[in-house]
């Protein structure tokens, strides 16, 4: 079982960036996927990020060429840098590590606030 630990998140200015992290400790042998989801205020959970064990890069519409997904496979962590913030992108930012087994597992999250 992984643990995974969010971290990053804060209060910005609309335009402004943020960098968000997400740290994975235990087994993390398996792990096929992590991506990154967006929950704002009274909205559904959505992905906006993913990458692959082998680097495969996936973004929504919303987020596409504003934020950019990495992984730091020697320290198990999978950022999210996030440029040009919106208002519509406050909310809970989540990331979830999915397994070839298909168990999935999730952090508890980071709020990002962004300003207007």
């Known amino acids: 079982q992984v643990q995974l630990v969010e971290s990053g998140g804060g209060l910005v200015q609309a335009g402004g960036s943020l960098r968000l992290s997400c740290a994975a400790s235990?087994?993390?042998?398996?792990?096929?996927?992590t991506g990154w989801y967006h929950q704002a205020p009274g909205k559904q959970r959505e992905l906006v990020a993913s990458?692959?064990?082998?680097?495969?890069?996936s973004y929504s519409d919303s987020v596409k060429g504003r934020f950019t997904i990495s992984r730091d496979n020697a320290k198990d962590t999978v950022n999210l840098q996030m440029n040009s913030l919106k208002p519509e992108d406050t909310g809970d930012y989540y990331c979830?590590?999915?397994?070839?087994?298909?168990?999935?597992?999730w952090g508890k999250g980071t709020l990002v606030t962004v300003s207007s």
């Open positions: 235990g087994n993390t042998f398996g792990i096929f996927r």
């Open positions: 979830k590590a999915s397994y070839y087994s298909g168990m999935d597992f």
């Open positions: 990458i692959s064990t082998g680097g495969t890069t």
